[in-house]
Every structure is written in structure tokens, then in C-alpha cells.
């Protein structure tokens, strides 16, 4: 703690003071362009490796990165409310489901009860990606890590198409979603192709 209390006021006298009318701007509200839903480990830091500043994403996080279907009943509440405020209030329109490597939560949907003992909550919440279970074993492929992880960024662009909202801008190509993959060993994001179904590497842009 005494690492974030040092923190906090560095924060302050450092970067707060040359950002200042920035963060005067934002107290007056938010104007995201970017609803960027990704895992809550604790090696993801979006703004960091989108080179983005604060109040340009409007970020959801979660174990896995995980997206309940509409019409799940139980946890999910929050995952709904954020998806519905990104793109009714706050008009988003570009929607980015980023998943990483060596994702404890992939890990876990292949665990035994016993893992589960003390996590009840952890095992419900994952019972959402286990359809990557199937979808996996279909493959047939050898890196079931890498593949689980992969397999479930499009999963959940698929369980967010269930969404009304979403679904009806979809439908007129009124609102965008992207599928990433951030390999943090070597700071590389790939996107999915949706004709090939699989993530190629995000090159530089061209000037």
C-alpha cells in the first residue's frame, strides 16, 4: 500500500499538474469514443497499451472477459448496465472484446470441482464460457490455452450481439465490433478477421 500511497502523490504533482485542463474538461463529463470490455488481470491496462488518455475508453472488466447472453438470468446485471450506457447514453458506436495469454479464467473452465471449494461465485460466473468446452474439442487444435482464449473473444462478441441494443446497429452497420488479442509477452495485439475466422497481427498504420 505504501507503493499507491506514493503513487497518489506523484500522481498529483507530477502528471495531474501537466494535465490539468484535461481533467478540468473531464469533471464536467465523459465522452468516450470506445466501449473496450477486457479481463480484470491485473497485467491488462488498456490506456496503457492503446496509448489512449483519460476519457477516450470507456472500459468494462471482468474474470475473462465474459459477456452473459441477454437473456441470462443470474450475474450479470453490471455487464448488462455498462453495455446499455456505453451505447444508448453515451453513443458508442466501436466495441472492442480483448482478450489475453495465460487468462487464469480459460484456465479455470477446464478445472476440477476441488478448485472450485471456496470460489461458488467464480464457477457460476464461468459456467458462461463453457460452451468453449465443446467448441475447443471440435478443433481439435493443439494449444488448447491459447485456442480457449481465443475461441472465447469470439464467443463473447457473439453473446453481445444478443443485446438488442447492439443488435439492431449491427444490423445497420451503424455501430462496429472488434475482437482483440493481447499477447503480453510480447505486447503484440492481434484482431480477428471474421472471413477466416482467425487474429492476425494490428500493423502500424500507414501515414
Known amino acids: 500500500m505504501k507503493k499507491l500511497y506514493k503513487g497518489i502523490h506523484k500522481f498529483s504533482e507530477s502528471y495531474y499538474k501537466k494535465k490539468k485542463k484535461l481533467f478540468e474538461k473531464l469533471e464536467k463529463g465523459q465522452n468516450p469514443t470506445v466501449l473496450f470490455i477486457t479481463c480484470s488481470d491485473s497485467r491488462i491496462d488498456p490506456n496503457l497499451v492503446t496509448n489512449s488518455k483519460p476519457g477516450e475508453l470507456f472500459i468494462l472488466r471482468n474474470v475473462g472477459n465474459i459477456i452473459p447472453p441477454f437473456d441470462a438470468v443470474s450475474d450479470k446485471n453490471s455487464i448488462a448496465a455498462a453495455v446499455e450506457f ?10 472492442i472484446v480483448c482478450g489475453h495469454s495465460n487468462c487464469g479464467a480459460m484456465k479455470a473452465i477446464y478445472a476440477n470441482d476441488d478448485f472450485f471449494e ?8 464461468l ?22 482464449e481465443q475461441q472465447n473473444i469470439i464467443l463473447q462478441l ?11 446497429l449491427f444490423e445497420k452497420e451503424e455501430i462496429r465490433l472488434y475482437g482483440w488479442y493481447y499477447e503480453i509477452g510480447t505486447g503484440k495485439i492481434y484482431e480477428l478477421d471474421r472471413e477466416s475466422g ?9 501515414p
Open 158 to 168: 457473439k453473446n453481445l450481439i444478443t443485446y438488442p441494443s447492439v443488435a439492431e
Open 198 to 206: 482467425k487474429f492476425k497481427l494490428i500493423e502500424p498504420l500507414l
Open 118 to 125: 471456496k470460489m461458488p461465485h467464480l464457477k457460476n460466473w
Open 86 to 95: 456505453a451505447i444508448e447514453s453515451l453513443k458508442i458506436r466501436d466495441i
Open 127 to 148: 459456467q458462461f464460457a463453457s460452451p468453449l468446452k465443446d467448441i475447443i474439442n471440435n478443433l481439435g487444435k493443439d494449444d488448447i490455452q491459447r485456442n480457449t
